[in-house]
Structure formats: structure tokens, C-alpha cells
């Protein structure tokens, strides 16, 4: 099939940009227009996704790809172009979307603002960013725009950069994810030095390592194979928020509420998971690197999970839901399963951003984001609480709505392959309904005092609430035991087998489980929410602290990072400095006694003369002596 709207997939993150040089240019002013330019480039761009997208629905669309040369150099080539394959086509299509229902959501929520411009500006770059890194057609252009995403994140978490919090999480997002970058950094040399001619583009990349006898030609080993792989992975993991580069995702919460939904639904947070996605054959040839994925992955859904369910922050929870179920994604790709991976990426793309948009209203209309100082928000919040209520049933993965199927595509392929993994996926599951349960009847049940004046969000707010609803609701049907449509496209092969009665019965009843025991504790209240806390208080102080993972990091890497620069900033001051000091101020003495010296008096000059032959006499008639 003639692919058509795919050879201007270029056009779509140039929208954005194009919002941004214009927006940049305005400044502050005209924040009516500067909030409708970001809505409609981004409109434009969901509008060609779309198109793309379609076009790609048809079972013989091949994939499209189109380069030009950027730098040359003896016989090495580098490129910059674009690639248009089933993947990336569905990441444009949620990527748009979400950011196209953020910027709508923007104009309620950030109204009152006067940076909204500048706002809307660095959304527009963000946006542009991620687009970039989807349709990049080979590995160094991905990690430029990689690392633009990473720029941006540290301008949007940092956006009320009055507040101290907001700087300091700013800056810990942009060093934490420093880390991952580096590794993929060198992954991308490695390839570049082993790949023949040194190509980095994906197609090359997937002819390579499609199979043993092409690595063996060009020389990459089993071992090879495992280092840059898990150093891709690595990468992905900074970005991605996984164990233990996580910590700069919960902090991330001190930007606008909005940002927290784009960064934690379908855009820089699935840039790991796309990320390992887009490079699966590499990791394919590594069953060592494909544990490390699964593993690590199926730690950092249950580790969050727990955190989670002691948290007292609206979007702390949410966000310590996001590191939990990327850890999901993470565990379905470490098992092999890419289309359980981005199925969930998918669906988890629309209920988060709505949970987190949801969260923002609510945070709209009571100003605290203390779950304990809420309730009763159900009946004044009646849009809010209901569609806030859709988002954690997908979330907990309760059927029919899209989380439960995505989630029974993981747990099928963790049954199939490691029962181990299956067991920490369902505790998971359990701890996801149980806190989501929690917060749900805290805010919107009982009643509160500090809530009496809450009323509903405009309209602006509500209604990307109610689209993402929507599509919380439908968007697990494309994939389900009766309709394996997206797994055979996806992948371009026959669909994956993922029907599993057993293991669809258990997680339904875990997940009711969850809800149930919250619903008891904090809804109707039959059991004492401090029954856990009271008996076992360190385990709560545990869970509060987040494990300690934070001061475990700044004791092991913060502090003697600090002595040293200390160490550095004094030997440079006292050491490096003092040593052109006295050099400079040797050369001021000298040149101030020479001053003195030649100030156009014979007499001093005839002193001078007389001194200098007395010291020479002396020394002639001491050298004789001697």
C-alpha cells in the first residue's frame, strides 16, 4: 500500500515548534491568543496523527522512512530523517492527543497565571520534543531529542520556580535522568563501533541483530549484545522512573498539575518503555538482559505499589502509581510480550492522564493536596468524582474498563513464562485497588469542613475529563481474548495468545479484594484506618519515608559528591588561585618598586648605580674569598 499522509509525518511535531517560536516571540503578552496558539498547533498535529494513523489501519501498510545525509566524513555517514512504523504511529496518535487535551485542560487551571504564555511555550517545546524522539529514524537522532525531553521536564517541573521545592525538583529530575542518558550514550557509541558502517539507524540495526548469523558476521558477541542492551536499558530506566532512578518522578508532582498529567501519562515517562520497544530485537538476542528487564521491572511495579498506599498526597499517589505500572510495561517487554507492553502503555495513556487531571481539579477547587483535609467532594464534584471514579477502575483493573485488559495481557505472559513474576504483578494488582480505593473515598466520600465551598471545574477542565473517560472505558477493546486485532498489527505477525480464564478470575478478584477492604476502611469505615499503622507503626513510617530511598541516595552519592567538590572549590581557591595570586602580585610588587626607581631624579638614579656597584664589589671580592 502507497504510503501517503506518512511521508509528511514530519509536519507534525513542526506544529508545535511552530507554537513555540511564537509564543517565545510574543512573551508574556496576549495570553488569550498565546493559550489558543498552543491548542491549535497542537490540534493540528493530533489532526495529522490521525491520518497517519488511519492510513496505517490497513493490514499491507509497509513502513516508511526518508533521510538526509547531516554529517560526512571519510567513508562514516550521519542522518537525520524520519521513520513512520505501526509503533511509532500509535505513539503520535496518544502522544497528540494528550497533549492536545492538556492544553484545553490549561486554560482553566492556569488562567490566573501571568507566565500562562510562557507556559504554553515550553508545552509546545516539550510536545515538539517528544514528537521528534517518536518518528526519529535512527539512534542519535533519538537521543538528541532525547535529552531535549529532558530539558524540558527540568522547565515545566520547575516552572514555579519561586517555590523551593519546585527548583529543588527540577533540578533532581534533570540530574537523576543524567544518569540513564550517560548510559545510553555509550550504548550508542558501542553500536556505532560495532554496527557495519557504522550505521545507527533502526532498520540496520533490526537486519543485524534480526538473528545470530548477521551478529556473528559483523562481529558482536553474545556478550556485546547483553552490555548494550542493558546499557540501553539503563537509559531507559532514568527516563522511565524504574528502581532505583525513581525518586525524581514523585518530586516532579511540584510543577502545574497539568504537567504532572502529560510527563506521567504518554510522553516523556513511556520514552524508556518506547524507547526498549523500538531496540526490542537487541534485547531479544539477550536472555541475560531480558531477566534484567522483567526483574527489575516487576520490583518497581510492587516497590511503588507499596509506597503508594501510605502516601497522603493526591498526586504523590498518582505518581508512585505511574512508577508501579511503567514497572508492568517494563515486566511485559522483560518477558517478551511487546504488544502486553504497549497495549498497556496504550490504555494507561488515558486513564493516568485523566486520574492526574482529575486530581488537579479537585486541587482546583479545595487549594490543598492533602488527601486527609478532603471528602464530601462526591456530591459538589459530581463530573470530577465520577469520571476521577472511571480512571481508578481502569486503573485497578476492574473490568470492562481498559485497564483490565492490558493488565491481563501482562499477568497471561507472566503465568505463561515465570510464575514467580505472575505472584508480584497480583500483589501489585492488590496494593493498585487498595490505595486507589483510599484515595477515592477520602476525596469524594463523607464529608469535610474545609471542602463546603468546593464547586466543579469549568468547562475547559471538565471536558477533557469526560474524553478521557471515554476512552478509559473503550480503549481496552482493540485487544481482548475475542479480538486479537492490535497484537497482529502491532507486530505484523499472528496475534498473541493471552486468553487465560484463571488468570482473568484472579485478577478481577484481587482487584475487588483491594477495593472492597479500602471501601471498608475508609468509605464505610467498619474497620479502623489506623488499624495497620497503630499495630505496626515502623512499617508505616517505612512506607511514608518511601524506604529511605531517598536518604540512602544522598548519604551514599550526595554527601561524598558534596566533600569532594568542597575538596575541589578550596584546592582551587586556596591552591590554583593562590598560585596566580602570588604570581600577579609579585608582578604588581615589581612593577611598582621599578615605578618608584624610575622617577626622573638623577640623584635616585645615581643611588641606584652606587648600590648596585657596592653589591657587585661585594660579590666579586666574597667569590674570592670563598
Known amino acids: 500500500m502507497e504510503s501517503i499522509y506518512s511521508q509528511y509525518v514530519w509536519v507534525i511535531p513542526l506544529f508545535p515548534l511552530l507554537a513555540f517560536l511564537i509564543l517565545t516571540a510574543l512573551g508574556r503578552q496576549m495570553k488569550e491568543v498565546g493559550s489558543w496558539i498552543g491548542i491549535l498547533c497542537t490540534l493540528a498535529s493530533f489532526g495529522m496523527a490521525i491520518l497517519v494513523f488511519v492510513e496505517r489501519l490497513g493490514g499491507n501498510a509497509s513502513d516508511y522512512s526518508q533521510s538526509v545525509d547531516w554529517i560526512r566524513f571519510g567513508d562514516v555517514r550521519l542522518t537525520l530523517g524520519f521513520e513512520v512504523t505501526n509503533l511509532n504511529a500509535i505513539m503520535l496518535l496518544v502522544v497528540t492527543l494528550v497533549s492536545l487535551l492538556v492544553n484545553i485542560y490549561s486554560r482553566g487551571y492556569m488562567k490566573d497565571d501571568e507566565r500562562i504564555t510562557v507556559f504554553y511555550s515550553y508545552v509546545a517545546l516539550f510536545t515538539f520534543s517528544m514528537l521528534g524522539l517518536v518518528i526519529s529514524e ?26 523551593p521545592a ?19 550514550f555509550i550504548a550508542i557509541l558501542l553500536l556505532f563501533w560495532y554496527m557495519p558502517g557504522h550505521e545507527l539507524d533502526f532498520s540496520s540495526i533490526q537486519n543485524v541483530f534480526g538473528n545470530q548469523e548477521t551478529m556473528l558476521a559483523a562481529g ?44 506521567h501519562a504518554a510522553t516523556m515517562v513511556a520514552a524508556g518503555v518506547f524507547l526498549v520497544a523500538r531496540t526490542f530485537d537487541i534485547f531479544h538476542q539477550s536472555a541475560a538482559a531480558m531477566e534484567v528487564v522483567a526483574y527489575v521491572g516487576g520490583f518497581t511495579a510492587i516497590f511503588a505499589a507499596t509506597i503508594g498506599i501510605a502516601q497522603n498526597d493526591i498526586k504523590r499517589i498518582l505518581a ?57 467532594l462526591g456530591s459538589k464534584m459530581k463530573i470530577t ?48 485497588a487498595f490505595y486507589m480505593a483510599r484515595l477515592f473515598f477520602l476525596v469524594f466520600a463523607g464529608t469535610s469542613a474545609e471542602t463546603k465551598g468546593a464547586q466543579e471545574s469549568p468547562g475547559s477542565m471538565t471536558m477533557p475529563l469526560v474524553i478521557l473517560a471515554v476512552l478509559a472505558v473503550v480503549a481496552g477493546f482493540v485487544y481482548t481474548p475475542f479480538n486479537g486485532w492490535f497484537g497482529s498489527w502491532l507486530t505484523g505477525g499472528e496475534a498473541e495468545e493471552h486468553a487465560n480464564a484463571m488468570v482473568m478470575i484472579v485478577s478481577t478478584l484481587i482487584g475487588l479484594i483491594g ?34 530511598i531517598d536518604e540512602l541516595q544522598h548519604a551514599i552519592f550526595v554527601v561524598p559528591l558534596k566533600a569532594i567538590g568542597k575538596a575541589a572549590d578550596w584546592f582551587d581557591n586556596r591552591i590554583v588561585d593562590g598560585i596566580v595570586r602570588l604570581v600577579s602580585g609579585a608582578t604588581v610588587f615589581v612593577g611598582r618598586a621599578s615605578v618608584r626607581l624610575q622617577n626622573g631624579q638623577l640623584q635616585t638614579y645615581g643611588a641606584v648605580a652606587l648600590i648596585g656597584c657596592v653589591i657587585l664589589i661585594v660579590a666579586i671580592a666574597g667569590r674570592r674569598l670563598w
Not at 142 to 160: D, M, T
Not at 167 to 180: E, L
Not at 399 to 416: N, R, Y
Open 220 to 263: 558482536i558477541t553474545g556478550g556485546i549484545t547483553t552490555l548494550i542492551a542493558i546499557l540501553i536499558f539503563v537509559g531507559a530506566v532514568g527516563k522511565s522512573g524504574q528502581f532505583p532512578l525513581h525518586t525524581w518522578l514523585p518530586d516532579a508532582m511540584e510543577g502545574p498539575t497539568p504537567i504532572s498529567a502529560l510527563i
Open 138 to 163: 535512527n539512534m542519535l537522532q533519538l537521543y538528541i531529542f532525547w535529552e531535549l525531553v529532558g530539558v524540558c521536564s527540568f522547565l515545566l517541573v520547575g516552572f514555579w520556580f519561586h517555590k
Open 515 to 548: 477495593i472492597g477492604l479500602g471501601w471498608l476502611m475508609y468509605g464505610k469505615r467498619s474497620i479502623p484506618g489506623d488499624a495497620v499503622s497503630s499495630r505496626v507503626p515502623w512499617l508505616t513510617t517505612l512506607l511514608e519515608r518511601k524506604y529511605y
Open 385 to 432: 468524582a465520577w469520571t476521577f471514579g472511571i480512571g481508578a477502575l481502569a486503573l485497578s483493573g476492574i473490568p470492562p474498563f481498559s485497564g483490565f485488559w492490558s493488565k491481563d495481557a501482562i499477568l497471561t505472559a507472566a503465568w505463561d513464562s515465570n510464575k514467580g513474576l505472575f505472584i508480584v504483578g497480583i500483589v501489585a494488582a492488590f496494593f493498585t
Open 320 to 376: 508512585y502509581s505511574t512508577v508501579s505500572q511503567l514497572g508492568y510495561m517494563m515486566l511485559a517487554l522483560g518477558l517478551g510480550s511487546v504488544t502486553a507492553g504497549i497495549f498497556h502503555l496504550f490504555t494507561h495513556a488515558f486513564f493516568k492522564a485523566l486520574l492526574f487531571l482529575g486530581a488537579g481539579s479537585v486541587i482546583h477547587a479545595v487549594h490543598t493536596q492533602n488527601i486527609h483535609k478532603m471528602g464530601g
Open 166 to 184: 519546585a527548583k529543588a525538583a527540577a533540578k533532581k529530575a534533570f540530574i537523576v535522568t543524567r544518569i540513564g542518558d550517560v548510559a545510553l
